[in-house]
C-alpha cells in the first residue's frame, strides 16, 4: 500500500495581504516562491483547496484558480488518491536558483559579538571520536550491566515513571535522598537530601555554580591548566579570571594570593586535578579553606571522578571540611556513561533555592523517568557493586597502558603519575608541538588531546598527550601504543639527538613539576 504523503504548513502564507486585492495572484506567487526557495519540496502535498481556503479565509475558487496556474506552469502534479503535490521534477532546481537569485540582494546581518566565541567553545568541547585514547567512551566490562537494563525496563513500565507534568527542579526526591547517602560514605561529604541539586552533568553544575554566585567584573580563580569548560562557561560571564599555577602538590594558593587575594569564588579539582592528575595536599586544602574563610570567599569543588581511585587512601571531599563554603559538584557521566547527563550540586542551605531558581530557567529538570532509574539503582546497592566492578576492569587496563607505554615508547617521553581517573598525561619534550601532533595521531586512527591548549599562560610551560583508557580492552590499548610509537617516529618534530635515544626501557611513571621539561 502506497504510503500517504503528509500535508504540510506553509507558514509564508500567513503574510498574504487579502486587503490589497487581486489575491489569487498574490497566492499563486507565495506558492511559487515557496516552492523555489525550499520551503515547499518536490514529493510534498499541499493542503486541499478546501482546507487551504478555510485556513486563509478566502473563496476556495481563488485557490483552485491557483493550483491550475502553477499545474500549467509544472510547479504542482496531481496524483489519484493522493491530491496535489510539489513536482518531482529536476527543473524545480532551476526554478529555486533562479528565484534565489530573484531576490534583492541583501546585505548578510551583523554577527553578534558572542557568536564567534560560542563557535569556538562548541569545536573545542566537540565529542571525540571512539578510537584508541578517547575520553569518556565506556564499553565491555566497564558498561553497566545487565541489572541495570532490567530495572530500567521494569521501572519505565510503572506509574512512578510514566509522562507527568514539570517537577521539582531540584530533581526526584529519592534520587536526592540516594545521592546524599551516597556521597556521605564515599566521600564524607556532609549534606542533607534538600541540599541536593540534580543537573544535567559536570558542566551544567559548572555552569549554575557560575550563575549564582558570580556578577559581571568579579574576580575568580580557576586552575591552570584547566578543564576547557570551566574556563568558556567563565568567559561567558565578563567577570575577570586569575589562572593560578598548578604544581606537584595542586593549585598554588600562595600564588593565588599573591596575584588575586579578593577573589570570589575559586573552581578547582582538588581530588583529580585536570588534565594533570594530581590530588591537592593536604596543606594546600586546609591553606585554600583560610584564604576563603578570611576573604568570604565560595569554593567549587569539581569532584569528576573521585571514585576511580587505583591505590592509596583518597582525601576527603574540600565540603566535608567546610560545608558552609564549598559547592560540592558530582556527575555519572565518568562511573556509569555520559549520555545519562545526570550529575548533582550539593550548595550551602543559603544557596539551595538560587540553584533551583537558575536549574528552572536552564531547562526545568532533568528527566524524571531516568532519575527514578537511578535512584532505584542506587537505593538496591547496584551503583556501589558497579563502581567495584568498574575500579578493577579501569585498574587492569591502567596497568596495561603504562607496562605497554614503558615498553614501547622513546625515553625522551615521560608519564605523569597518578592514582586515579581514566587518562593517563604522556609529556613531550621541550618545544615540541602537541597541537600538531594530535592532527598527526588523528591521521592515523589516535584520539589524543593536547596538554598546552589548556594552558593560559604563553608560552605553555610543557607540552603533553591526555591518553584515554577507560573505553577500550587491554589488547586494543597495546596494540594502540604501538601505532602512537610509530607516530611519534614518524613525526617530522624529532629530530636529530631525539631519534639517537634508546627505547624506553627506563621510562617510569614521574611526578615532573609543569613548569619543568
Excluded at 583529580?272 to 569543588?301: D, F, K
Excluded at 539551595?352 to 530557567?361: K, N, Q, S
Excluded at 603519575?417 to 619534550?429: K, R, Y
Aim: contains cysteine; positive net charge; hydrophobic residues 40%.
Amino acid at each position: 500500500m502506497a504510503r500517504r504523503p503528509t500535508t504540510i504548513a506553509i507558514p509564508s502564507l500567513g503574510s498574504l495581504d487579502k486587503a490589497a486585492g487581486r489575491i489569487g495572484t498574490l497566492l499563486t506567487q507565495a506558492l511559487r516562491d515557496a516552492i523555489a526557495k525550499g520551503e515547499l519540496k518536490p514529493g510534498e502535498a499541499l493542503p486541499s483547496t478546501r482546507a487551504l481556503a478555510n485556513s486563509l479565509d478566502i473563496a476556495r475558487s481563488t485557490v483552485i484558480e491557483a493550483f491550475h496556474q502553477l499545474h500549467a506552469e509544472g510547479y504542482l502534479v496531481s496524483r489519484a488518491r493522493r491530491g496535489t503535490m510539489v513536482a518531482n521534477l529536476c527543473a524545480v532546481d532551476d526554478l529555486r536558483a533562479s528565484g534565489s537569485r530573484s531576490q534583492p540582494s541583501q546585505s548578510a546581518p551583523h554577527l553578534p559579538k558572542n557568536v564567534a566565541r560560542l563557535a569556538g567553545v562548541a569545536s573545542t568541547l566537540r565529542p571525540q571520536r571512539a578510537e584508541p585514547f578517547a575520553i569518556a567512551h565506556p564499553a565491555g566490562a566497564v558498561a553497566p550491566d545487565d541489572k541495570w537494563r532490567r530495572l530500567g525496563n521494569r521501572i519505565r513500565a510503572t506509574r512512578s515513571a510514566a509522562p507527568s507534568g514539570y517537577t521539582d527542579p531540584k530533581g526526584l526526591l529519592d534520587l536526592r535522598i540516594a545521592i546524599a547517602d551516597y556521597v556521605r560514605k564515599a566521600r564524607a561529604v556532609k549534606c542533607q537530601p534538600d541540599q541536593v541539586i540534580i543537573s544535567a552533568g559536570t558542566q551544567q553544575g559548572l555552569f549554575l555554580a557560575a550563575t549564582v554566585l558570580l556578577s559581571e567584573g568579579d574576580f575568580v580563580w580557576a586552575e591552570d591548566p584547566a578543564y576547557p569548560a570551566i574556563v568558556a562557561i567563565l568567559e561567558n560571564f565578563q567577570v575577570s579570571v586569575t589562572r593560578i599555577p598548578v604544581d606537584a602538590q595542586g593549585i598554588d594558593i600562595e600564588q593565588g594570593v599573591a596575584a588575586c587575594p579578593r577573589a570570589r569564588v575559586a573552581f578547582v579539582t582538588p581530588s583529580h586535578q585536570y588534565p594533570l592528575g594530581m590530588p591537592l595536599s593536604m596543606t594546600r586544602r586546609n591553606a585554600l579553606l583560610a584564604w576563603a574563610r578570611q576573604n568570604n570567599s565560595w569554593i567549587v569543588e569539581d569532584d569528576y571522578d573521585s571514585e576511580l581511585r587505583y591505590a592509596g587512601h583518597p582525601f576527603p571531599s574540600l565540603q566535608g571540611l567546610d560545608p558552609a563554603r564549598v559547592i560540592y559538584i558530582g556527575t555519572m557521566s565518568k562511573t556509569m556513561f555520559s549520555s545519562m547527563r545526570l550529575g548533582y550540586v550539593i550548595a550551602p542551605p543559603p544557596l539551595v533555592d538560587a540553584f533551583a531558581g537558575a536549574r528552572a530557567l536552564i531547562d526545568r529538570h532533568s528527566p524524571t523517568a531516568d532519575q527514578h532509574v537511578l535512584a532505584q539503582y542506587m537505593k538496591g546497592g547496584h551503583f556501589e557493586a558497579h563502581i567495584r566492578r568498574i575500579r578493577v576492569a579501569y585498574a587492569e587496563r591502567r596497568a596495561a597502558l603504562i607496562a605497554a607505554l614503558e615498553r614501547e615508547l622513546p625515553s625522551w617521553v615521560s608519564l605523569q603519575s597518578s592514582d586515579q581517573g581514566t587518562h593517563l598525561v604522556l609529556w613531550l619534550p621541550a618545544g615540541f608541538d602537541d597541537v600538531k601532533f594530535a592532527g598527526e595521531a588523528a591521521e592515523s586512527g589516535l584520539v589524543v588531546r593536547p596538554i598546552s591548549s589548556m594552558y593560559h599562560a604563553s608560552p605553555p610551560p610543557r607540552s603533553g598527550l591526555m591518553l584515554g583508557f577507560g573505553g577500550f580492552s587491554v589488547e586494543h590499548l597495546r596494540k594502540a601504543v604501538l601505532q602512537l610509537r610509530d607516530v611519534l617516529d614518524a613525526s617530522k618534530q624529532v629530530m636529530g639527538d631525539l631519534k639517537k635515544q634508546p627505547r624506553a626501557g627506563d621510562l617510569r611513571a614521574k611526578r615532573p613539576a609543569p613548569g619543568t621539561s
